[in-house]
Nanobody, 117 residues
Framework: QVRLVESGGGLVQAGGSLRLSCAAS????????MGWYRQAPGKQRELVAV???????NYLDSVKGRFSISRDNAKNAVYLQMNRLKPEDTAVYYC???????????WGQGTQVTVSS
């Protein structure tokens, strides 16, 4: 069963922008926090942004001021607008409910973001 589908990644130059989208199943999305995570080669997955069901947000320090997370509850969708991208942002980006992130089967396939210098 497909539960999370990420899209919108690609190859961009440093300083460029991308907008990532996540389509979630209703059971994952409804009344829950949603987060964007990333995993670079050789590194652990890290939470980069989170948004509550009511719309409050928090960000990893390294992306604060550059990334913006949002959600559309009617569409069961969460978005990540990424501006002023840096090579160190290169990673596979995933969305998930933070309550589920310890379950390997909860993850989608992610979307690759590559930022060239």
């Amino acid at each position: 069963q497909v539960r999370l589908v990420e899209s919108g990644g690609g190859l961009v130059q440093a300083g460029g922008s991308l907008r990532l989208s996540c389509a979630a199943s209703r059971s994952i999305f409804s009344d829950n926090d949603m987060g964007w995570y990333r995993q670079a080669p050789g590194k652990q997955r890290e939470l980069v942004a989170v948004i509550s069901s009511g719309g409050s947000t928090n960000y990893l320090d390294s992306v604060k001021g550059r990334f913006s997370i949002s959600r559309d509850n009617a569409k069961n969708a969460v978005y990540l607008q990424m501006n002023r991208l840096k090579p160190e942002d290169t990673a596979v980006y995933y969305c998930n409910n933070p309550q589920d992130d310890e379950y390997p089967q909860s993850w989608g396939q992610g979307t690759q973001v590559t930022v060239s210098s």
